[in-house]
């Protein structure tokens, strides 16, 4: 009577095992999986990292050899070429002396741009030394009038602005401050309202501290730029100037004054013809995935150098 309950359970002990192995080996193999998944992740994180590192560098080069070729900074040039989505095979086959394998380097894809930051209105120079500055008030009021933007909101960010750039621990209105933007994006700290921000954005830029005496190139900037930093120009004489150079750039501030009506001029102080800041995006996809690097370049002279960088990957949406 006893055998019938022994073989009940030797089978379920050996239901319980294999059970028991089975559920050892798929945990086995999805560990295999995972570190797997985990080392080709890290492995082209590292390998993107060097990619975009070497497109940061090469931007570098383009600028510094940029510098020696001439002074003065326009969009003819080759740096203002934005690089279209290529194969990164494309750019190691045309190398000589690149004699490795490419074929991996067939599913990257590497673009980007380099663009001209002082081609817009600096932010920076609103605020001096714990002061509103009349003078870029000023010209940030005939930009938000041409935008339609309201004034009261510029008086706003002005006043942020200046709290925000206060650093004396004992000043009254410490407790207001919030951090100082260093990216457009970043004026919703300041309260200024998103549709606000976008309106501005193609127009306004955020430069390092110690910028606020940087001037607009006219030869990048657009005809709404030149209009709000001119002396009685008017936006019909600012998209005149736009048209001038896309023939010949121009070589001096001065020589604007040949093309606008007798009493409208840009100051010195608020134009340029050379570019300091620049920035630099680069964009690598792999596959679905895509990382974006956006770095903050300033030239001085022969010397570039890197001033900030911002890394992103995302997935890529799929085509509707």
């Given at each position: 009577?006893?055998?019938?309950?022994?073989?009940?359970?030797?089978?379920?002990?050996?239901?319980?095992?294999?059970?028991?192995?089975?559920?050892?080996?798929?945990?086995?193999?999805?560990?295999?999986?995972?570190?797997?998944?985990?080392?080709?992740?890290?492995?082209?994180?590292?390998?993107?990292?060097?990619?975009?590192?070497?497109?940061?560098?090469?931007?570098?080069?383009?600028?510094?050899?940029?510098?020696?070729?001439?002074?003065?900074?326009?969009?003819?040039?080759?740096?203002?070429?934005?690089?279209?989505?290529a194969r990164l095979s494309?750019?190691?086959?045309?190398?000589?002396?690149?004699?490795?394998?490419?074929?991996?380097?067939?599913?990257?894809?590497?673009?980007?741009?380099?663009?001209?930051?002082?081609?817009?209105?600096?932010?920076?120079?609103?605020?001096?030394?714990?002061?509103?500055?009349?003078?870029?008030?000023?010209?940030?009021?005939?930009?938000?009038?041409?935008?339609?933007?309201?004034?009261?909101?510029?008086?706003?960010?002005?006043?942020?602005?200046?709290?925000?750039?206060?650093?004396?621990?004992?000043?009254?209105?410490?407790?207001?401050?919030?951090?100082?933007?260093?990216?457009?994006?970043?004026?919703?700290?300041?309260?200024?309202?998103?549709?606000?921000?976008?309106?501005?954005?193609?127009?306004?830029?955020?430069?390092?501290?110690?910028?606020?005496?940087?001037?607009?190139?006219?030869?990048?900037?657009?005809?709404?730029?030149?209009?709000?930093?001119?002396?009685?120009?008017?936006?019909?004489?600012?998209?005149?100037?736009?048209?001038?150079?896309?023939?010949?750039a121009f070589g001096s501030?001065?020589?604007?004054?040949?093309?606008?009506?007798?009493?409208?001029?840009?100051?010195?102080?608020?134009?340029?013809?050379?570019?300091?800041?620049?920035?630099?995006?680069?964009?690598?996809?792999?596959?679905?995935?895509?990382?974006?690097?956006?770095?903050?370049?300033?030239?001085?002279?022969?010397?570039?150098?890197?001033?900030?960088?911002?890394?992103?990957?995302?997935?890529?949406?799929?085509?509707?």
């Amino acid at each position: 009577m006893k055998r019938p309950r022994q073989h009940g359970a030797a089978l379920l002990a050996a239901m319980l095992t294999v059970t028991l192995v089975a559920t050892l080996a798929a945990g086995a193999m999805w560990q295999q999986w995972r570190g797997a998944e985990v080392e080709a992740a890290d492995r082209s994180r590292v390998q993107s990292s060097w990619i975009l590192t070497g497109a940061l560098d090469w931007s570098r080069l383009i600028l510094r050899e940029d510098f020696l070729a001439g002074r003065i900074d326009s969009l003819a040039e080759p740096w203002a070429v934005p690089l279209q989505e290529a194969r990164l095979s494309t750019f190691l086959a045309a190398d000589p002396a690149n004699n490795t394998d490419t074929g991996d380097a067939d599913n990257v894809f590497l673009s980007g741009e380099i663009t001209d930051l002082q081609a817009k209105m600096n932010l920076a120079t609103l605020v001096s030394a714990g002061t509103v500055q009349a003078t870029a008030l000023k010209q940030f009021q005939l930009l938000f009038d041409t935008l339609g933007l309201p004034q009261d909101q510029l008086a706003k960010l002005a006043d942020n602005l200046r709290f925000a750039s206060d650093i004396h621990v004992d000043n009254l209105n410490s407790g207001k401050a919030s951090l100082f933007p260093q990216r457009i994006e970043q004026l919703a700290w300041l309260g200024v309202p998103q549709d606000t921000i976008a309106a501005l954005e193609p127009y306004v830029t955020v430069l390092p501290p110690g910028s606020s005496s940087s001037r607009v190139n006219i030869n990048t900037a657009s005809a709404e730029v030149l209009h709000a930093i001119g002396t009685n120009v008017s936006l019909a004489d600012a998209k005149r100037l736009v048209a001038e150079r896309e023939h010949q750039a121009f070589g001096s501030v001065a020589a604007v004054s040949k093309i606008l009506p007798v009493g409208s001029t840009i100051d010195l102080t608020a134009g340029d013809v050379q570019t300091q800041y620049f920035e630099v995006r680069g964009r690598l996809r792999l596959d679905d995935v895509v990382i974006e690097e956006r770095s903050l370049i300033q030239r001085v002279g022969t010397r570039v150098v890197t001033l900030q960088r911002e890394r992103g990957a995302f997935q890529e949406a799929a085509p509707r």
